[in-house]
């Protein structure tokens, strides 16, 4: 799984976690792809990755937002993501803007091989 273009993955992103497929959720990523929440751990490979986010899920956390820039040289694509994750009430939790870098692999589809979920919110 992956997406075809980079400006649609944050849409399949979210519609995956929404749903609560962190299986996936993972096959948006690279095999070896880097996803690090906080910029100090990282989740290395899709396993890791499902771990990662599966406690988000656990807690019926969801999300919402925007691409705000995608910016696409070949196969490679840096895009930046505007998101808010909210609880069943609808109150927010976290907020953000993420940082991902995606490659277009041999089947055409589009998967992060880096996602720091707040790398364009930190100073």
Not at 17 to 30: I, K, R, T
Not at 33 to 49: C, P, S
């Amino acid at each position: 799984m992956g997406s075809p273009s980079p400006e649609r993955t944050a849409d399949a992103f979210i519609e995956k976690f929404n749903s609560g497929d962190a299986v996936g959720f993972a096959q948006l990523y690279a095999e070896d792809a880097v996803f690090t929440y906080d910029g100090l751990e990282k989740a290395v490979g899709r396993q890791q990755i499902e771990g990662a986010i599966a406690g988000f899920m656990l807690a019926g956390l969801k999300f919402r937002g925007h691409n705000v820039n995608v910016y696409v040289v070949g196969d490679t694509a840096m895009t930046r993501f505007k998101w808010e994750l909210f609880d069943a009430q609808g109150a927010t939790v976290a907020t953000g803007v993420s940082t991902e870098v995606q490659r277009r692999g041999p089947d055409g589809l589009w998967r992060f091989i880096i996602d720091d979920s707040g790398g364009g919110s930190r100073g």
